[in-house]
């Protein structure tokens, strides 16, 4: 693959838990991926970048505004409802077809690593204790409807103002974030899912962009398939465990 951040788009449907071929109980999010239809590509000479679109997806016609009929009309291809733009290279550029779905298995191996882009849940208008974790006042004698405030917020003469940046009530949640590191367990080309191990940002059914990770680039090395060392021969590096073999009384 190319040294670009390819990937995919999803939707999450939830978390579940797997074993794995050492018989580690690992808990996944499972994300479905599959179906990714090519709408259009970026060139050089036309965008100044190379980079292919991808939808999930399908909108019903009658949900969709006269533009983004004219985007996917010339091209017969139904309306999506999740459009993004992932950048690749010249050289994979011409592996993708417009109208043609892009298959799992020809972007992500079982056993390397992926970044998740998402919409984290939104919480609302949150207070300081739940927003920024803030302890709150002491709720013994004495205290009065004061138990869950922020405290001061500003000074008084100098500088007559709120400092910028004060950690105050405010809205919580519906931030783009990114997960980074995630293991890509498993993939069932059948069902068109992807098992990533840990947790994922959104709530169920919200979409996702899932693409090769950035920092980790090798295999996932998952425990007890790495070479066993040897044994140190030095008794002064003696394990616990044979030094309560020695202590234990013989029969």
Do not use: W
Request: proline residues 5%.
């Amino acid at each position: 693959m190319s040294a670009l951040r390819t990937g995919l788009l999803g939707k999450k449907l939830g978390m579940t838990q797997v074993f794995t071929e050492q018989g580690d109980l690992r808990s996944v999010t499972a994300i479905h991926a599959g179906g990714c239809v090519v709408i259009g590509k970026r060139t050089v000479e036309k965008d100044g970048y190379t980079a292919v679109r991808l939808g999930y997806g399908e909108k019903p016609l009658r949900l969709a505004n006269r533009p983004e009929k004219g985007v996917f009309a010339p091209n017969g291809l139904a309306p999506q409802r999740f459009v993004r733009e992932v950048r690749v290279t010249e050289k994979d550029l011409e592996k993708y077809e417009v109208g043609k779905a892009v298959p799992l298995d020809a972007l992500f191996k079982p056993g390397t690593y992926v970044d998740v882009i998402g919409t984290s849940k939104g919480k609302g208008y949150q207070g300081v204790m739940k927003l920024h974790h803030m302890p709150g006042f002491r709720a013994t004698h004495g205290t009065h409807e004061f138990f869950r405030h922020g405290g001061s917020i500003g000074c008084r003469l100098t500088p007559g103002r709120v400092h910028r940046g004060k950690r105050m009530s405010a809205h919580m949640g519906c931030d783009r974030r990114t997960v980074q590191n995630l293991t890509l367990l498993q993939i069932l080309p059948e069902e068109n899912v992807l098992l990533v191990g840990g947790s994922v940002p959104g709530a169920k059914n919200a979409f996702v962009e899932i693409r090769n990770a950035t920092k980790k680039t090798g295999a996932v090395k998952l425990r007890g398939t790495g070479e066993q060392q040897e044994k140190s021969k030095n008794p002064m590096k003696a394990s616990k465990a044979a030094a309560g073999a020695a202590k234990a009384p013989k029969k």
